[in-house]
């Protein structure tokens, strides 16, 4: 495949994230931070506004122009986008700081929960594509002290092999490219599915066009999307890479870490085949 055929639509996918969100996030509520922190967060951010607009003498076309565009962004539905293409890496590394076990990456605004449960050896649901390349994923999920983790879930979500979702491009079926599979006994799993590719934010709503105005490029690194819970356990989200791909050292949405790079090989049949293993820290009690 060739990134360039890659066209999303805005409308299939940004603004879908937004009905996504409202419906399923684990959303935090303003009143549950206490005041003193609202405002000295608030005031860090509105002081970085306005120093950026002492520091490049901002006109007032220009501030127009920025109303504008916010408003786009909320009546397109693209602010989980945005936040999660933009920000949400700040988030992830700070609280990864206090975190061990596997290195976590953002969620981005694809998830979706109650995805069918698959066996610990399992084919994730997809269309048909003669042009994809099967993948095998096989991996262990481990407690930190080596312990396999049976009855754990691998959540897995991913685009297909031209960069689309399902639930989010109106020409995929319901489930494709995810699902939650369970681990054995002895905490393993191995999922065949097929090469995602790199993902492009679509350039057709206001979070690409600003990548336009700005001249900045809209490219994810193809990346497999990964969950991983078990009882007693602190769950990862996170993200894997492959070795050598486009884009994994600009990442638009900067949730690259050179640890959760894959680097499959061909078996000889034109399949590829690649083993990543999961340690969860224990839950705080
Ligand atoms: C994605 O597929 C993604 O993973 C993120 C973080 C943002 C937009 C699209
Ligand atoms: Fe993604």
Redesign the pocket.
Known sequence: MTTTQNTPTAAG?GAN?SKNFKATAASGDLADTPPERVAAIVTAVLKGVHDAIAEHDVTYPEFQAAKGWLMAVGEGGEWP?FM??FV?HAVEEQVAKSQSGTKGS?????YLPDQTRLESVCELPHQDDPNATPLVFDGQVRDIDGTGLGGATVEIWQ?DADGY?SGFAEHLPEGNLRGVVVTDDEGRFSITTIQPAP?Q?PTDGPTGQLIEAAGWHPW?PA?L?ILVKAEGHRPITT?LYFAGGEWLDSD??E?TKPELILDPQDDGTGTRRTTYDFELEPAKA
């Not at 953002?106 to 694809?110: K, N, V």
């Open positions: 996918a994230a986008l999660d293409v949400e953002i969620l981005g605004p694809y685009s979702y993902y934010i994810r990346h999307h993200q638009v949405a949730a």
